[in-house]
């Protein structure tokens, strides 16, 4: 019996662009404009990003479905209520329903994590990512309680710059800080590039 294939995944400078570019084009059209027209670009251009993904892979990332639905109800009461509250915690309501996912997976005793990026971390052992899971909900409650003290306490320039390049980074540096404790559970990053090297040197 044959192994289901794994769909394809966006990567490289392409997944960043559907990933970062909505993001880019609300910080560019608020900085020449205003927020409400920084929010109509955002919804256009999360719209353009589903449709370059769709092109590239022929699917439509969850996540990207997930950002979209957000941008679109949040994005949408912003512009009919004049009320730029509802853009600004978008990221708070996402970081919560992403933290309870993980958390509600759990306490059932399943790991939506793994399931997710089973496929990245290959060789980890059920103790990693059970760790792993725990520490990525833990810090999405971070993320959104960061969220609502930029918003609520500081300039809209100033929350527009963290959500930008504040949490970017420090997902960035979470992730990269997780490699000691990934290693010690299994994730060995050398076997690709071993197998890799292997089927080269077999052709």
Known sequence: MTEKAAPPELTGWKKLAVDFGPLLIFFAAYSRFDIYVGTAAFMAA???AMAAAWLLIRRIPAMTWFSALLVGVFGGLTLWLKDETFIKIKPTIVFLILSA????GLLRKRNYL???LGTIYEGLTE????LLAWRWAFFFLVLALLNEIFWRFFPTDIWLHFKLWGDTLLTFVFAIAQAPMLMRHGLKL????????????ED
Not at 101 to 104: E, Q, S
Not at 190 to 201: E, L, P, T, V
């Open 127 to 130: 103790r990693g990512w059970e």
């Open 114 to 116: 793994k399931s997710i």
């Open 46 to 48: 999360t719209a353009i």
């Open 101 to 104: 996912i993980l958390f509600f």
């Open 190 to 201: 050398d076997d690709k590039k071993k197998d890799d090297n292997g089927s080269q040197a």
